[in-house]
């Protein structure tokens, strides 16, 4: 079984930066991606990519700050945020898809197959 682990949330000004990471452990992933979840709001996609061809997708909300990315090995699934703004504020989960089709689909209902606990964003003004 895949499990994943979150790490690097935290509190930041607008306009500051956070790199996020997810330690993968288990089975190789056709695709991964990264959520978020706000008080009182639906879960969305923020940033997806495939491990295999690198190929990526982001929200319209986050394209040209947020970056996602994977080391060769594909132990480790990173988020890097520039440019934050108050409404990134969420909690961030980790998710992977095991096997083709991926079920990580930004802006599209996702049914990935693990989860991570989440880490906490929050952005101040």
């Known amino acids: 079984q895949v499990q994943l682990r979150e790490s690097g949330g935290g509190s930041v000004r607008e306009g500051g930066s956070l790199r996020l990471s997810c330690s993968v452990s288990g089975y190789a992933n056709y695709c991964m991606g990264w959520f978020r979840q706000a008080p009182g709001k639906e879960r969305e996609g923020v940033a997806s990519i495939y491990i295999g061809s690198k190929a990526t997708e982001y929200a319209a909300s986050v394209k040209g700050r947020f970056t996602i990315s994977r080391d060769d090995a594909g132990t480790t699934l990173y988020l890097q945020m520039n440019s934050l703004k108050s409404e990134d504020t969420a909690m961030y989960y980790c998710?992977?898809?095991?096997?083709?089709?991926?079920?990580?689909?930004?802006?599209?209902?996702?049914?990935?197959?693990?989860w991570g606990p989440g880490t906490q964003v929050t952005v101040s003004s």
């Open positions: 998710a992977a898809s095991v096997q083709p089709p991926c079920r990580i689909r930004i802006g599209l209902p996702s049914r990935p197959d693990q």
